[in-house]
């Protein structure tokens, strides 16, 4: 188990490395980043609600990811240790300790929280976890950010709560 949470580390670290070398360390602030240290950390104390609130952030928000790459952003290639191996390792560590019940609101709260420590800590410009304001290009779709926000927090938890029950399912 321990060797997968070194894993799991390494792959934000290396990631993390490369935005702070390109001056944009608040992209490290990222929840599909920090899912991998999440991951990390349930792995090295063997807990699964850590290991599974990543894991359901990484269900919410590798879909956006890949909506985002699809739509012209930036593919930086050390971001596919947090978003696909970082994957693959909470998957493992949840099938050796089990998908923990009610981990969905769990992930819908910690989220709140990351959304919060994102605004208090990185720069309005870099719009971190979309923590300021509407992901650009949808301003049109979505005029109202605290609309917007809802919506994407209600979308997050429905997506964790239907993720929880399909891990549960598959990893049994």
Do not use: Q
């Amino acid at each position: 188990m321990r060797w997968l949470g070194v894993a799991a580390l390494a792959c934000y670290a290396i990631h993390a490395g490369l935005h702070l070398y390109r001056g944009r360390f608040a992209d490290a602030l990222w929840g599909c980043h920090v899912a991998s240290l999440l991951i990390a950390a349930g792995a090295f104390s063997e807990l699964a609600t850590p290991v599974a609130i990543g894991v359901l952030w990484l269900c919410f928000g590798n879909p956006i990811w890949i909506l985002d790459l699809a739509t012209g952003g930036e593919l930086l290639p050390t971001s596919l240790f947090t978003h696909v191996v970082g994957f693959v390792i909470g998957i493992l560590v949840l099938k050796r300790l089990g998908v923990p019940r009610h981990a969905w609101w769990k992930a819908t709260l910690a989220f709140l929280g990351l959304l919060g420590l994102t605004r208090l800590l990185t720069p309005r410009a870099a719009n971190v976890n979309l923590a300021f304001a509407v992901a650009s290009g949808w301003e049109k779709t979505f005029p109202s950010y605290p609309l917007y926000m809802l919506l994407m927090v209600s979308a997050g938890a429905i997506t964790f709560f239907a993720a929880e029950f399909g891990l549960r399912k598959v990893l049994a």
